[in-house]
């Protein structure tokens, strides 16, 4: 055993003394990210992205041992500047933006301007420069060496191809103990890279900046090949399907009124109506929902963008992007969007957000849509009370009226996003902030009231605090605008921009709790009521309400709409016109598809399972024809292909130039 040892010291004393260089870079690669967590997330303590970290050093420096020892130190010199950069970038982007910096933002002149301006504005800040002190040590380090004559004595020893394989192995095994600590939603927010300091405090900078690497080349990548055929395939949707202007007992009903559209965080429907003891969960959306326009079979279009995918398709009635999202890899084509079109017709937009504005690139997107201005968080908001991502929702309302105001004083019209947030997912002590209960009462037989826990203490019982809560927000925030005479010229759009994504398991508890027993029926018990697949997707839908003080229109819509229809809805109400619309006016059509992003579709007689090529009748009484089937299905497909074709190939900007050149071409031709 102490031979053993012994020969264990001498090992590694000898590996030591002939792996100086490499160690120095593993050492000040690691020490730089560290520090760099240390100064933004402040989560240096953290093992997960300390792991990531290595790994990434190991693999890229065991490449390094396949070099002649005399020539290794350009190597690692090079990949600690490269490190070291990621380092002073990020630093410097995040003192400004409080989020990392991207390949695809630093793409575009715009985006340089604005982190050139925060060069400038910084450079006296040591944190953001103390990383060059890496490539100084190594330097230093590679000078010690020289004299000593070590890179000599290295040459001799010839053991170049096991150090490279050795170290590859020992990079692989940091990695395999990194990989089995992801946890599902530690991947799935790599593959979104929206929370980019999430992804740092799990991944690591490095991990991070590579995988941004990747996902910002892709967009730029995949438009280069394909061109042609896709703006065939535009040129042929575009004029099979014609979007005609509508005329119906809507048009113009609002033409030269504001709109305020509220972007209710994660908000469901199956909520309204709903009571607890009694108790409204959502009074005021109940009321709104009675008054309005009620659209009660509204669903959300949203892939792996969430919010963002539900802002995009709402505005532009396009189909959120196949791969990626639009806000974050396709936010700098060209898209016609209600803002856009609203701001032709001379309104002030906007939109507000109390969280970072960095989150889903909004500062960029939202000027790309036509919003004239984005306020958000500390820039334009006192954080004065804090609930989940950011500043509470009726904080954050109380704040955004003096603004609306003064836009309604300063402007003719204006068209502006309120963009909730307190509703967002874990509703971690929202307890705190509603005394709303989700138990069950109920007076036994002695008499005695009984409390049984049932929603208490459950993720779907924070659910419903936190849309409680919210809804007294959105109460609040009517009552104000009232206050302030901003209702009279307003119309408010409510929309749900997304289910909460609460498990099964949970809604297992909501529909099958005995109060008496205080336990869940048994799966064979008679009265249990199953979530299957169906049920499960159809609950996802979420309230869409569109309400005027002064003009109760009191109608409920029934007919399956989607986030896709929103833009030609309102725009037959407020007189604005996209031709490149995917969805319909919900007045001006005879029956309406829901088409998913992963191709399911939805009418009001079937929800269609792709994947699985089956379907769900909603209407007993009305069967379905295997070409109905087919006919949804193609329909599906060349909507879901004709979106992705114009984001990816920014097909409204390069077909309209096309056509422009033409005309020009042909105006000539008739001038000779
Ligand atoms: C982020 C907020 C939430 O600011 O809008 O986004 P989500 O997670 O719902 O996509
Ligand atoms: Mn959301």
């Known amino acids: 055993?102490?031979?053993?040892?012994?020969?264990?010291?001498?090992?590694?004393?000898?590996?030591?003394?002939?792996?100086?260089?490499?160690?120095?870079?593993?050492?000040?690669?690691?020490?730089?990210?560290?520090?760099?967590?240390?100064?933004?997330?402040?989560?240096?303590?953290?093992?997960?992205?300390?792991?990531?970290?290595?790994?990434?050093?190991?693999?890229?420096?065991?490449?390094?041992?396949?070099?002649?020892?005399?020539?290794?130190?350009?190597?690692?010199?090079?990949?600690?500047?490269?490190?070291?950069?990621?380092?002073?970038?990020?630093?410097?982007?995040?003192?400004?933006?409080?989020?990392?910096?991207?390949?695809?933002?630093?793409?575009?002149?715009?985006?340089?301007?604005?982190?050139?301006?925060?060069?400038?504005?910084?450079?006296?800040?040591?944190?953001?420069?103390?990383?060059?002190?890496?490539?100084?040590?190594?330097?230093?380090?590679?000078?010690?060496?020289?004299?000593?004559?070590?890179?000599?004595?290295?040459?001799?020893?010839?053991?170049?191809?096991?150090?490279?394989?050795?170290?590859l192995v020992a990079g692989l095994i940091v990695l395999g103990f990194f990989i089995s600590m992801l946890t599902a939603v530690d991947i799935s927010r790599l593959n979104k890279q929206w929370n980019r300091e999430y992804v740092v405090m799990q991944f690591g900078i490095y991990t991070y900046q590579l995988n941004d690497a990747i996902a910002s080349l892709k967009p730029q990548i995949s438009p280069l090949f394909g061109y042609d055929d896709a703006a065939k395939e535009f040129r042929d949707y575009y004029s099979k399907n014609t979007r005609e202007k509508s005329n119906n007992d809507y048009t113009n009903i609002f033409k030269g009124k504001n709109l305020l559209m509220i972007h209710a965080e994660s908000i469901q429907q199956f909520l309204i109506g709903k009571t607890f003891n009694g108790v409204e969960v959502t009074p005021t959306l109940n009321k709104l929902s009675k008054e309005g326009l009620y659209f009660s079979n509204f669903y959300a279009q949203e892939s792996v963008g969430t919010s963002s995918d539900s802002e995009f398709t709402l505005n532009t009635s396009l189909m959120p992007a196949s791969s990626g999202t639009v806000f974050v890899s396709y936010w700098d084509r060209e898209y016609v969007a209600t803002p856009k079109l609203l701001k032709e017709k001379g309104y002030y937009t906007f939109s507000m957000h109390g969280n970072n504005s960095t989150f889903w690139n909004r500062s960029n997107m939202h000027k790309k849509l036509g919003y004239d201005r984005f306020y958000a968080y500390s820039d334009d908001f006192e954080i004065d009370e804090t609930i989940g991502l950011g500043l509470s929702d009726k904080s954050f309302f109380r704040q955004a009226v003096p603004y609306i105001k003064q836009i309604s004083e300063e402007n003719k019209n204006f068209y502006g996003t309120l963009i909730m947030l307190t509703n967002h997912t874990p509703w971690a002590g929202i307890e705190e902030h509603t005394d709303f209960s989700v138990d069950y009462k109920y007076t036994n037989d002695n008499g005695v009231e009984v409390s049984a826990p049932y929603l208490e203490g459950t993720t779907l019982g924070k659910y419903i605090k936190a849309v409680h809560y919210a809804d007294e927000a959105l109460g609040q925030l009517i009552n104000d605008l009232d206050k302030e005479g901003l209702l009279e010229d307003t119309v408010i759009v409510i929309y749900g921009d997304h289910d909460a994504k609460i498990k099964k398991s949970e809604y297992i508890r909501y529909y099958n709790y005995d109060p008496y027993t205080d336990s869940v029926l048994d799966e064979d018990d008679p009265k249990y009521v199953d979530v299957d697949f169906y049920s499960y997707e159809l609950n996802r839908k979420v309230p869409f309400i569109v309400w005027s003080k002064n003009n109760k229109l009191r109608t409920e819509v029934t007919e399956v709409m989607g986030m896709y229809d929103v833009l030609p809805t309102l725009g037959n109400m407020f007189d604005f016109y996209s031709p490149y619309a995917l969805g319909h006016d919900m007045f001006s059509i005879n029956e309406n598809v829901v088409v998913f992003p992963d191709g399911n579709w939805l009418t009001n007689k079937m929800y269609y399972y792709n994947q699985k090529e089956e379907g769900l009748l909603l209407k007993a009484d009305e069967p379905v024809s295997v070409e109905y089937i087919n006919k949804y299905n193609e329909i599906s497909e060349n909507l879901i292909s004709v979106s992705d074709k114009i984001i990816v190939y920014d097909l409204i900007k390069k077909t309209k130039e096309t056509d422009d050149l033409l005309e020009q071409y042909q105006n000539n031709k008739k001038k000779e």
């Open 1 to 167: 055993m102490k031979n053993l040892l012994n020969k264990f010291k001498i090992n590694s004393r000898a590996y030591i003394k002939t792996n100086i260089l490499f160690m120095s870079y593993v050492i000040v690669s690691l020490l730089n990210s560290t520090i760099l967590r240390f100064f933004t997330v402040n989560n240096y303590f953290a093992i997960k992205p300390v792991l990531a970290d290595l790994a990434v050093i190991l693999l890229v420096g065991a490449l390094g041992y396949f070099i002649k020892p005399k020539n290794q130190f350009k190597y690692f010199f090079t990949w600690t500047v490269i490190f070291t950069a990621v380092c002073v970038v990020n630093s410097l982007y995040y003192t400004n933006y409080l989020s990392y910096a991207s390949f695809s933002l630093l793409a575009t002149s715009l985006q340089i301007v604005d982190v050139a301006d925060a060069v400038t504005e910084n450079i006296l800040e040591i944190k953001d420069f103390i990383y060059l002190i890496a490539p100084i040590i190594l330097i230093i380090v590679h000078n010690i060496l020289k004299k000593k004559q070590y890179y000599e004595a290295v040459s001799k020893i010839e053991v170049g191809k096991v150090r490279a394989l050795n170290t």
